[in-house]
């Protein structure tokens, strides 16, 4: 008996060491992107930010989000627009990349209630083409003021929250933007990669549709 109340007091013993020596935390499975930003851009703004996303509320917006990052999409994409102390967008306003998927929005005004995400700071949503609910196409935007709310819950569908490197959002909010083009920063920020950490999960291939409009590319 005696041996037999060691062997479970030293397997205890064992595992506690382990875990605390290098166990993952698996309370919260959520998958996790982190962005690096280029700091040889003409903005010379660097470092990373983190984005948890949100696969309960979003989960085809989340896969194809997933997607996009496996395939490199994210990789060198740059900011499109800042708005100071409100929202910055990454985006491909030129269609540079091509991209000729989108997806349905998964948001309230278009029949899907399972999203409930505010758009509080640090909400990372999905941009899409005006007056199209069905066209999430892949740029993303990050609001930083608690009050976009009121104007953009139930209108897009939010995937994730920032949850390292807000500082740096907000110094990207606050570039100069170009004279010509309202909303672009006059000087360049744009990423180097995105990674993504699926925390032992698989995420299927996003259910897409093809895109309709092609700005830029395609507009004479």
Not at 11 to 37: E, H, K
Not at 80 to 91: I, Y
Not at 202 to 211: D, F, H, M, N
Request: hydrophobic residues 35%; proline residues 4%; negative net charge.
């Amino acid at each position: 008996m005696k041996r037999k109340i060691f062997s479970a007091v030293l397997a205890l013993a064992i595992i506690i060491i382990a875990c605390a020596s290098g166990c993952t935390d698996m309370s919260n499975r959520n998958p996790v992107v982190t962005f690096t930003l280029d700091p040889d851009a003409s903005s010379h703004i660097g470092g990373t930010f983190v984005i948890e996303l949100f696969p309960d509320k979003a989960p085809n917006s989340v896969n194809y989000f997933i997607n996009l990052v496996i395939e490199g999409y994210y990789n060198k994409f740059n900011v499109s627009q800042v708005h100071e102390d409100a929202m910055v967008v990454f985006g491909d306003p030129w269609y540079k990349g091509g991209n000729n998927r989108v997806i349905k929005g998964e948001f309230a005004d278009n029949g899907f209630t399972q999203n409930d995400v505010d758009f509080v700071r640090g909400t990372v949503g999905l941009a899409l083409d005006e007056g199209d609910p069905d066209s999430n196409y892949g740029d993303f935007f990050i609001i930083l003021d608690d009050s976009a709310k009121d104007s953009m819950n139930g209108k897009f569908c939010a995937i994730g929250r920032v949850t390292e490197g807000l500082e740096i959002l907000d110094e990207i909010s606050r570039l100069q933007t170009t004279s010509s083009l309202k909303y672009q920063p006059y000087a360049s920020v744009r990423t180097l990669t995105a990674t993504v950490e699926l925390k032992g999960r698989v995420y299927p291939t996003a259910e897409t549709l093809e895109r309709k409009n092609k700005p830029g590319y395609w507009d004479e």
